[in-house]
């Protein structure tokens, strides 16, 4: 870890608020080592999602969490060691979406229900881009710099994504359920929806001034636009006509038994 400023070949941390030098001796002697090292991280995702990760150094870092290089050096050691704790740290807070894990959107994957399937990522994705827009300003930046990090986000999170919800998707169409295309279109325009009204509503016009609809009703008509493009309608009308001739099969029954 370099004391040079942070670029994709360096590394750094940064904190927040510099303290004076007496209550950050005072404040140093309390905090436990983990408390520390939260502290050093939330600090470093608060300004390098202002400032980017060029032109900071670790004399900065130190000085804005009230400690000396040495301390940051000690929690993190490696840039790799602070890009990664600043993944696990949004994972563990909700930044990671596991279709795998008991949630709402596995039970509707269970249970084939396309709607509940894509309506619900969606506003799980559009709900945490909402409460953690300092996370998507750091991945903008990261991007725009060639980070190392936006790589790193891109294998543990995006694919992720790509991979669990394709193979669903690929499931539903062996079934008839879904059109013939390619999953990894269909997810790359599904979150290309969700992505691009969560950077508008960010980054580019928090006031919302072109278009000011709830997240709730954005997942709603995404899922619409989504499923209607999609959708295998000579299996959807097929299951519609089977539905009403068990209908009047059941009628004709119950005539006859009367």
Known sequence: MSKQPVTSESSALIPVVAPTAASSSSATARMAGEERRLQILLVAISLFARKGFRGT?????????????????????????????????????????????????????????????????????LQHHEHDTEFLGLLTYAALEGHQLAQMFWERNVLQVYEQLGAYIRE???????????????????????????????????????????????????????????????????????KAARVRRGTAKKKQSK
């Open 172 to 242: 539903r169409q062996r079934e008839g359920a879904l059109r013939e295309i390619e999953p990894r279109i269909i997810v790359r325009a599904f979150l290309g929806m969700v992505i691009h009204h969560s950077l508008n509503n960010s980054l580019w016009d928090p006031t919302r001034r072109l278009l000011d609809i709830s997240n709730e009703q954005a997942a709603r008509e995404f899922t619409s636009l989504l499923l209607n493009g999609i959708t295998n309608t000579a299996s959807s009308k097929g299951t519609r006509n089977g």
């Open 57 to 125: 150094t670790t004399k900065e870092i130190a000085q804005a969490a009230g400690v000396s290089e040495a301390m940051v050096f000690r929690h993190f050691a490696t840039k790799e060691e602070l890009y990664s704790a600043i993944l696990d740290h949004k994972a563990c807070a909700g930044g990671n979406l596991d279709l795998c894990e008991g949630d709402a959107v596995s039970a509707a994957i269970l249970r084939r229900d396309d709607r509940a399937v894509f309506e619900g990522l969606a506003l799980a994705l």
